[in-house]
């Protein structure tokens, strides 16, 4: 069945999937380097893998009601790479939750939020949203696989049609 709810599903599992093979390379890559200012946005591997999980963590706040207060976009939840992964595995395992539990006729509602950026009050159908959230994500994973490339370690493929669920 083709419906938009199957396509945010596989949008949250294409997230962990691309999470845990992103976070394996990592591990591998020395504290020193993961951190170094490397002219990206939010300047490292590090701080780019942080702003994802901040910039989820917030996301998942306004969706379930249970808003989180950050400082700003590049606030450090967690300067141990350890940590960092367990606590984005704990949000990827939240997403998939949260997402199967929603329905086609949910992503026409409304989400009203405050931006962080931009305080001011926005509202837009929760399928526009969730088309931003998981487009996001890719985004600054490309921008990591990037880091990671420079580094000439191959981050292997990204492509969302290699996402295992449908091999």
Not at 80 to 105: G, M, N, T
Request: charged share 25%; glycine share 4%.
């Amino acid at each position: 069945m083709n419906t938009m709810i199957n396509h945010v599903r596989a949008m949250a599992g294409y997230n962990r999937w691309m999470n845990q093979k992103l976070y394996e390379i990592c591990a591998n890559i020395s504290d020193e380097e993961r951190k170094r200012d490397a002219g990206a946005f939010f300047k490292s591997i590090h701080g780019t893998l942080n702003h994802l999980l901040l910039a989820d963590k917030s996301w998942m706040g306004r969706f379930t009601g249970m808003p989180e207060n950050f400082k700003s976009l590049d606030q450090e939840l967690y300067s141990d790479f350890d940590a960092l992964r367990k606590e984005r595995e704990k949000q990827d395992q939240a997403i998939i939750s949260w997402v199967a539990s929603l329905q086609d006729s949910d992503l026409g509602n409304d989400l009203t939020f405050t931006a962080m950026t931009s305080p001011m009050t926005r509202t837009y159908p929760l399928w526009f949203v969730l088309s931003h959230f998981f487009n996001h994500q890719t985004h600054h994973r490309g921008q990591v696989t990037t880091l990671i490339k420079q580094l000439d370690i191959d981050p292997g493929i990204t492509d969302l049609l290699m996402l295992p669920e449908f091999q």
